[in-house]
Nanobody
Framework: QVQLVESGGGLVQPGGSLRLSCAASTGIYIMGWYRRFPGKERELVALYTDYGNTEYADSVKGRFTISRDNAKNTVNLQMNSLKPDDTAVYYC?????????WGQGTQVTVSS
């Protein structure tokens, strides 16, 4: 069974930090993180390109860092200097044999 499981979301005050983690079942290549604001489509947050480089949305550059642990088949998203505008459901995306898979999402709420 294909699985992507996100963890680490929650409530944090503006300026705070959270670390999201995505764990994948064997054979899944984790591509990166996306988020969905209420009533909007999912948008890119950070990902690994096919060449192993990283790409970030302009709105998170300098604040968020994506990292991969190949031994554990996990990809983490360190989020610093969080803003209320970062409030969203965060999803990790993976692929296997050219088919894309999504996790169930984890809520991140930035509020005082």
């Amino acid at each position: 069974q294909v699985q992507l499981v996100e963890s680490g979301g929650g409530l944090v005050q503006p300026g705070g930090s959270l670390r999201l983690s995505c764990a994948a079942s064997t054979g899944i290549y984790i591509m990166g993180w996306y988020r969905r604001f209420p009533g909007k489509e999912r948008e890119l947050v950070a990902l690994y390109t096919d060449y192993g480089n990283t790409e970030y949305a302009d709105s998170v550059k300098g604040r968020f860092t994506i990292s991969r642990d190949n031994a554990k088949n996990t990809v983490n998203l360190q989020m610093n200097s969080l803003k209320p505008d970062d409030t969203a459901v965060y999803y990790c995306k993976g692929r296997r044999y050219g088919v894309a898979y999504w996790g169930q999402g984890t809520q991140v709420t930035v509020s005082s």
